[in-house]
């Protein structure tokens, strides 16, 4: 058979456009909650993926196919492998901004109660202290102290006021964390 009638990659289908092939699964009936500066982040990203970086793909693989036998051309295979790269996160942004529903964590600006968009300062049953800011799906990044408010963690902080002590189920047991503090972004 041919090569020009095989299918060159097996994960180009619309359902698998997330950074890692399927959409980050949100909990049956939630809403896709981001902060005002997460949605201007992945607006921002979807906006320079359309008109500058697809640009100059598209031209990049034009001028490599008009250079001729295209299955040995490394410009051209690379280029429509990125250009379908491309393709699925621009895809994957536009499903995202959507459905998300944008909330300001500053609404809540001095309370002590927390809710999506708090900085939380707590204490384990260990003794082990962090401090972690509770944010939307597609915009927490763990190695900066965020955390998805779909997390466990997050899930038994919510509510939770300074002072009180929440339970936390982990494979390793029950763990027990107190709320030292909650802050908001101040309003702008």
Not at 15 to 25: H, R, T, W
Not at 100 to 123: K, L
């Amino acid at each position: 058979m041919s090569k020009a009638f095989t299918k060159e990659n097996d994960s180009d289908a619309d359902d698998e456009d997330g950074p890692g092939g399927a959409l980050p699964a949100l909990p049956a009936g939630t809403r896709n909650y981001i902060t005002p500066a997460g949605y201007a982040r992945l607006r921002t990203e979807l906006i320079d993926l359309m008109d500058v970086e697809r640009p100059k793909v598209v031209e990049a693989v034009h001028w490599a196919a008009k250079n001729g036998d295209r299955s040995e051309n490394g410009d051209y295979i690379y280029g429509k492998k990125r250009l379908r790269e491309i393709d699925r996160r621009i895809r994957f942004l536009t499903k995202r901004l959507e459905v998300a529903e944008v909330t300001d964590p500053s609404a809540h600006f001095g309370s002590d109660q927390v809710f999506f968009g708090a900085s939380v300062r707590c204490v384990d049953d260990l003794g082990e202290e962090r401090e972690l800011t509770i944010l939307g799906i597609d915009e927490a990044d763990t190695a900066q102290g965020q955390v998805s408010w779909i997390s466990p963690i997050a899930r038994a902080l919510l509510k939770a006021r300074e002072g009180d002590a929440v339970k936390l189920a982990t494979p390793g047991g029950v763990r027990e964390i107190e709320v030292l503090s909650v802050r908001y972004p101040a309003p702008a």
